[in-house]
Antibody, heavy 122, light 108 residues
Framework: QVQLVESGGGVVQPGGSLRLSCAASGFTFSSYGMHWVRQAPGKGLEWVAFIRYDGSNKYYADSVKGRFTISRDNSKNTLYLQMNSLRAEDTAVYYCAKDLIDGSGSYTLGYWGQGTLVTVSS | AIQLTQSPSSLSASVGDRVTITCRASQGISSALAWYQQKPGKAPKLLIY???SLESGVPSRFSGSGSGTDFTLTISSLQPEDFATYYC??????????FGQGTRLEIK
């Protein structure tokens, strides 16, 4: 069965950096586009970034562009999110999600991990 | 960016009720809309994709309809496990992918 397990969250000071990981199993990771989505405490869902199955295309929300970098290692079945210059408003649960269909993708989030909490606070 | 507005933001209903949640897009998005269910402390779960296609394993009491700017999610007969928050999401115009603000469905 599909499994997505996020890790790397924690408490970081404003201006600091953090790298999140998402370990995938139960499907052919190298065939699917992957997303990061976040949810601030008590708030709604905010899409953060997408990476194509082969890593050739990456898209970002304006709120994180230039500060966050999405990447993947298909040999390790792992998705990453490098977060730099963190701000208090980046505090959220970060979910990785698998695209619904393989190939170029549907931009529908077919399966989600359980999330990892990032807290930006001094 | 395309904005999605859900209504109502919250509603109370009873087991067995028929419930409809609306999602309106700020511009036409064809049928590029999905619906998700999220229970407290849990990850969202895909219910409906392409506006009206039921995701595998999702009970048939859930249905979606609409195209262009107006969409609905209908639960034909509420079950206790359906009390949750529901989100719509568009993927017609990206980036960014955008979500509605959510509809919280509570027990009356």
């Amino acid at each position: 069965q599909v499994q997505l397990v996020e890790s790397g969250g924690g408490v970081v000071q404003p201006g600091g950096s953090l790298r999140l990981s998402c370990a995938a199993s139960g499907f052919t990771f190298s065939s699917y586009g992957m997303h990061w989505v976040r949810q601030a405490p008590g708030k709604g869902l905010e899409w953060v970034a997408f990476i194509r199955y082969d890593g050739s295309n990456k898209y970002y929300a304006d709120s994180v562009k230039g500060r966050f970098t999405i990447s993947r290692d298909n040999s390790k079945n792992t998705l990453y999110l490098q977060m730099n210059s963190l701000r208090a408003e980046d505090t959220a649960v970060y979910y990785c999600a698998k695209d619904l269909i393989d190939g170029s993708g549907s931009y529908t989030l077919g399966y989600w991990g359980q999330g990892t909490l990032v807290t930006v606070s001094s | 960016a395309i904005q999605l507005t859900q209504s109502p933001s919250s509603l109370s209903a009873s087991v067995g009720d028929r419930v409809t949640i609306t999602c309106r897009a700020s511009q036409g998005i064809s049928s590029a809309l999905a619906w998700y269910q999220q229970k407290p402390g849990k990850a969202p779960k895909l219910l409906i994709y392409d506006a009206s296609s039921l995701e595998s394993g999702v009970p048939s009491r859930f249905s979606g309809s609409g195209s262009g700017t107006d969409f609905t999610l209908t639960i034909s007969s509420l079950q206790p496990e359906d009390f949750a928050t529901y989100y719509c999401q568009q993927f017609n115009s990206y980036p960014p992918i955008t979500f509605g603000q959510g509809t919280r469905l509570e027990i009356k």
